[in-house]
């Protein structure tokens, strides 16, 4: 059964079903952020199970083909060498299901912080959409609209 999967499971394979899995969570957010499914199956800790079993798939089936992880830390060493990581398909997708994760967390933080201040949902739209596909530039255009509605300048909460 495990072989099944693992022909079934490609690494292209779940590229695409990262990029679909994650939209209907992000359709949700951006119109439906105040609704019961967006608090208990986005905003909560559901999508992110899903993230981590996906992660730890793609570690199981890197560590079944000699990936290695050694080489990752290598990322810290320079632009070069995070560009040769890169180059390696079994880096370059779980760095993407990280990207994915990461930025659908911030999504569902700027969604739940938006509705403890009331904000609309017409005002955090755009920054939810910026935060889809560049996060710290979405969470930036979202804290400089929070300013006003918090009606105070504070770099932490």
Known sequence: MIEQINNFFT??????????????FWIVLLFFPSSGVSKYMVRSIFPFMIFSFVYAYLLYYFFLTEFDFKNNFNLYLGLEQLSGLFSKTGFLIMFWCHFLAINLFCGAWIVSDSLKFSM???LVFFPLLITYFIGPIG???YWLIRIFFAKKLSLYD
């Open 11 to 24: 690494v292209p394979m779940i590229y695409l079903w990262l990029n679909l899995g994650v939209l209907p």
């Open 120 to 122: 609309s949902k017409f």
């Open 139 to 141: 969470l930036f255009i």
